[in-house]
């Protein structure tokens, strides 16, 4: 990473302090000589560029984030992105807000699976944290 521009290392704070930092080293240790190419612009310009600007809080981010990935049925990044909403401070209800409106706007499918990727994640997450509550915030 020595050659890397101030904008990629402004990603890269940023996406730590959503994902945090084990994942964000896994994915970059992990990554070889054909996929990092894509890992550095993800970086720089998705997590430094977009997630740098400061027009829209991580929070707000997030929570436009989970409801795009669940219109995509994208639901591996859905549940990185659940907990980095929860990092960022979306609370499960919000979540759960979220995920009840895409129903109507994404179909019931797409809602269906996002809330069982979504509970799946809230209980990973809870559990880093130490916490085991379940009841919505």
Known sequence: MSDESEMFYEGFGNRKAVLGDKHVEKSW???????????????KYCWG????????S??????????????MNQQHELAVHVKGALTNGVSRSEIQG???Q???YCGAPAA???F???SHAISEW???????????S
């Open 29 to 43: 240790a992990a990554a070889d000589d054909f996929n990092r190419p894509v890992q550095r612009l993800v970086t």
């Open 126 to 136: 809870e559990a880093a944290q130490g916490n085991d509550a379940t009841e919505v």
């Open 112 to 114: 269906l699976a996002a």
């Open 98 to 100: 979220v995920l009840l």
């Open 102 to 104: 895409t129903l109507v």
């Open 49 to 56: 560029e977009v997630w740098g600007d400061e027009s829209l």
């Open 58 to 71: 991580f929070k707000t981010r997030s929570m436009i984030n989970i409801a795009m990935l669940t219109a």
């Open 116 to 118: 069982r990727t979504a």
